[in-house]
Nanobody, 124 residues
């Protein structure tokens, strides 16, 4: 069974930083593109960032460009999302997901496996 686990969420003040992690249970992420998505209450799930297996391609939503950085450490079998200069509008549940053909898409329907999500709250 494919399982992904997100961690690193929490409560942070505006302007603060968090680093989210996405790690699988029992398999390697090496061959897959990994996407990060977020979903705020009452809103649709939207793409935030994505990284290809070789790290040659990265995607960022316009709303997070220059503030968020996606990276992967294949030795640790983990993908990270470094979030800086956080804003209240970044508040959401953040999910990581696998795209098995190693392509980055902005739409969640293209992704094959999902984690359970981690809550990020940006508030003073």
């Amino acid at each position: 069974q494919v399982q992904l686990v997100e961690s690193g969420g929490g409560l942070v003040q505006p302007g603060g930083s968090l680093r989210l992690s996405c790690a699988p249970s029992g398999f390697s992420l090496d061959d897959y593109a990994i996407g990060w998505f977020r979903q705020a209450p009452g809103e649709e799930r939207v793409g935030v960032s994505c990284i290809s297996s070789s790290d040659h391609f990265q995607y960022y939503a316009d709303s997070v460009k220059g503030r968020f950085t996606i990276s992967r450490d294949n030795a640790k079998n983990t993908v990270y999302l470094q979030m800086n200069s956080l804003k209240p509008e970044d508040t959401a549940v953040y999910y990581c997901a696998i795209e098995v053909t190693d392509r980055c898409y902005s739409f969640p329907d293209n992704y094959d496996y999902w984690g359970q999500g981690t809550q990020v709250t940006v508030s003073s």
